[in-house]
């Protein structure tokens, strides 16, 4: 495992520094979705699920296109889990205003509630991590991320965010 005190040079990483920040990067995902997961997992629903609640959360009345398009999945995989979601009441359907084929995606009082629940712990998490890595370390943790992130996921993000 990585000595997490060797510091790196960012500008001609060895490949321990890459390894190393593969390691940051699994073991803080795994930190930062354990608490969802154990809540998910008691209602026999998984990560999938609370993508699609988070992201039908952020996006009140986005279609199943564009939740398609968000989540990189094809429809088949969408389908299980929209459909569960459905069915247990977090997320209503409403067909569109323009094309009544669309169907756009709204959390209902009981997925707006589990959503909460959901981030609760990761938002605090990243609160705190902000807090004590202070602005600049923000900054450099932004461009990382989007530097690691395929041309069309940052193209999600208004100009200047990254």
Same mark, same amino acid.
């Given at each position: ?16 520094? @890459?390894? #190393?920040?593969?390691?940051?990067? $699994? ?6 979705? *354990?608490?969802?997961?154990?809540? !998910? ?40 889990? @929209?459909? #569960?979601?459905?069915?247990?009441? $977090? ?6 205003? *323009?094309?009544?084929?669309?169907? !756009? ?58």
């Amino acid at each position: 495992m990585s000595n997490p005190k060797t510091a790196a040079n960012p500008l001609v990483p060895r490949d321990e520094d @890459l390894h #190393q920040a593969i390691e940051l990067l $699994f073991f803080a995902y795994r930190d930062f979705t *354990a608490r969802a997961d154990a809540m !998910l997992a008691k209602q026999s629903m998984g990560r999938a699920h609370h993508r699609v609640i988070y992201f039908v959360g952020r996006h009140p009345g986005m279609s199943v296109s564009d939740l398609l398009d968000i989540l990189g999945i094809t429809k088949q995989s969408l389908s299980r889990v @929209l459909s #569960q979601l459905v069915r247990e009441a $977090f997320i209503q359907q409403k067909p569109g205003v *323009a094309d009544r084929r669309q169907r !756009l995606l709204h959390l209902t009082d009981k997925g707006r509630k589990l959503e909460s629940e959901l981030t609760t712990d990761q938002r605090a998490r990243i609160a705190a991590a902000y807090k004590n890595a202070g602005a600049v370390a923000v900054e450099g943790f932004r461009k990382v991320m989007f530097g690691i992130m395929d041309n069309p996921a940052r193209q999600r993000f208004a100009p200047g965010d990254g």
